[in-house]
């Protein structure tokens, strides 16, 4: 199918975001010449942020791959020396390695590599799925992001579709728990404004003073990572001073007394001290929160990466059902509505039983990991050099001059220059997508809006015709966009109308109310607050408290929230200028530093350098580094990534990032 030359086109945004934004494409000549917000997915209220609307930057970028590149003979992995390849020669070489290593090696030296947060339902988990799954490679877990949240919230509620986002302007009280929407979801933020104009409360945790924190009634500035005494010593309270709804708790619910239980040790004193909080603060949200209907929590991504994040997601979300806090429009709690569509994945077929490697330790697992060694990397859809924590590890074993490194992607990334073989990838406006909003609660399909940039490939194509060369095609596979819609939507005719009407809203409708139109999805419909397999699955029980990292050598804790600028670390080629440590003026003072002044950060696992700004919202002891950075964005080419240690969330196998524990210092001092 060819894409139209000319014309407004009606498309969404794929990209790693809440609101999946329905698009205005304006096409002229066969180039993007404009891309506006329409009001198809009513969350999109016709306006978009500012990355997409600028998004033809990136198709038309000069760093954009035009073709299959191979690393010149004799260059230095990470020198980027590239010559130019067929897709035919490059997919040979490619097929030919694979095949060898599985059969000298076995399957599992093969390692895909993906995240895939971007991709919908044709570019991640379809034909690549079947391809690595039929080479018995080593398969990934997807620990970068959501693994605890989603651990939590399926545990608890199976996945329950959280309040639609516009419903929170029905409520009284808003509790927005670690996230930072002016950034990260822009379309919540009016809903909240509205909220407010009527009347609404608004309590913000976070450890910086974000935008909504400074608009809000009550911000609770909280040390990253205590998020679980805080949410526990609630429940202990709710509990004591008679505030919990027994009632609803007794219908709808199991394990109470075990959380209150374990809940028990949390007096508001304590948590208070732990947290680094007032204890009078907490009380007061303890208060709004039990007095308040109807009170809409959201819940962020910022609580869970740590080690206590899965533990710490799942006492938030427990919050509103202690205190009875469902059964009314505004009332409730939104994690991810990911899982609000029954649709059949891609690929049915089961996975082998081979090992999994967590994409939180990868540079451990390119480094250590035998029996056998990990001899390819397949990397698609991700950036693991800038996005995946223990950066200087993920460096070395990307150095390996005997690891096989394809990488799948649109622009030259960091990682990507460390490739034996660079295959361009085609953006969302250059192929098919079909993709389930996490915040917005619709399904969409969407064609090219232009024709592919010089050679640039879809990912569906490109491993299908992997499948094919390594002769792993079965007669069933069907990785042509109608072919994937129809077995995602499970019938001809709800491909039909997706296809003709690039949209469709879940069973529950647009705006189910939680326990009224929506129930738990766990095995008896009731909310399991210390669901028995997360029990069983730590080290410690679930809602025990695993302490501070920090030491007296590296007192400060890093935090890498996302920045409006980038998506996790897509669209880094477009941010050109320098990015900072941010750091609060009294821990700058401590150390001699002013604005602008060049400093070392550092821990065990590596060092950064980078220019100071000093900013008075942050927590003192907190300083942040935007996540996704790439190597131009600091002087000595490590972000963040450098500074986070590869431990795992107390369940899960979740990323801490937020776990990085330092000492800054002048450059020169
Ligand atoms: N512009 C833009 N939008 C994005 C993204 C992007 O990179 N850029 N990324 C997308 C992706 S992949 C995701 S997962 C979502 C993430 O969306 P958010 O949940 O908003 O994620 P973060 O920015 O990581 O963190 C949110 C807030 O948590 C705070 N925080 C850090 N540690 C803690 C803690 O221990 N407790 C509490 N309570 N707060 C803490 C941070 O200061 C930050 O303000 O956003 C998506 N949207
Ligand atoms: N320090 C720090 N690091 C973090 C986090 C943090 O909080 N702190 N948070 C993490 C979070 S929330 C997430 S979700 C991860 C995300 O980590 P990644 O998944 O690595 O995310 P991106 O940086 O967006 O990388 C996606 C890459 O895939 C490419 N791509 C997009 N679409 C396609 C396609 O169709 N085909 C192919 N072949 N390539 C495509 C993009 O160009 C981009 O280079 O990062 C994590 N990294
Ligand atoms: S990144 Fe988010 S806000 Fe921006 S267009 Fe895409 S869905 Fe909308
Ligand atoms: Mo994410």
Known sequence: MRAPVSGTLERMCPLDCPDTCSLDVTVEEGRVTRIDGNHKNPLTEGYICGKVRAYAEHVYHPTRLLHPLVRELGSKKGAASFRQASWDEALALIAARLRSLRDERGGESILPCYYGGSNGKFTQDSSDAALFRRLGASKMHRGLCAAATTAASVGLYGGMPGIPLPDYAHARLIVVWGTNPHATGIHFVPFVRRAQAAGAKLVVLDPRATKLALASDLHLALRPGTDLPLALALHRWLFETGRADLAFLARHARGADELRRRAAPWTIARAAEVCGLEPQVIERFARLYAETSPAALRCGWGPERNRNGCSAIAAILALPAVAGKFGVRGGGYTMSNGRAFPLNPVVAEPEPATRTINSNQLGRALLEQRDPEIAALFVYNANPLATFPDQERVRRGLAREDLFTVVFDQVMTDSARFADVVLPATTFLEHAELRNGYGALALQYAEASIEPLGEARANYAVFAELIER??????????????????????????????????????????????????????????????ASLDAEGEQPLYAYRDDPADARHPLALISPATEKLISSSL?????????????????????????????????????????????????GVVQMNKGLWSHHTQNGATANALAPDTLTDRAGGACFNDARVEVARVGS
């Open 470 to 531: 390594l002769g792993l095609a079965r007669p069933e596979d069907d990785f042509t966009p109608l072919g994937m819609l129809r077995t995602v939507v499970g019938s001809d005719e709800a491909a039909r109308a997706l296809a003709s009407d690039g949209i469709a809203f879940p069973p529950c409708g647009e705006h189910p109310v939680q326990f009224v139109d929506v129930f738990p999805r766990t095995s008896d419909q009731k909310i399991q607050l210390v669901p």
């Open 572 to 620: 880094g080629e477009l941010l050109t200028r320098a990015q900072p440590l941010s750091i609060h003026p009294d821990d700058a003072q401590a150390r001699g530093i002013s604005e602008g002044d060049s400093v070392r950060i550092w821990n065990a696992l590596g060092e950064v350098v980078t220019h100071a700004h000093l900013d008075p919202r942050l927590r003192p």
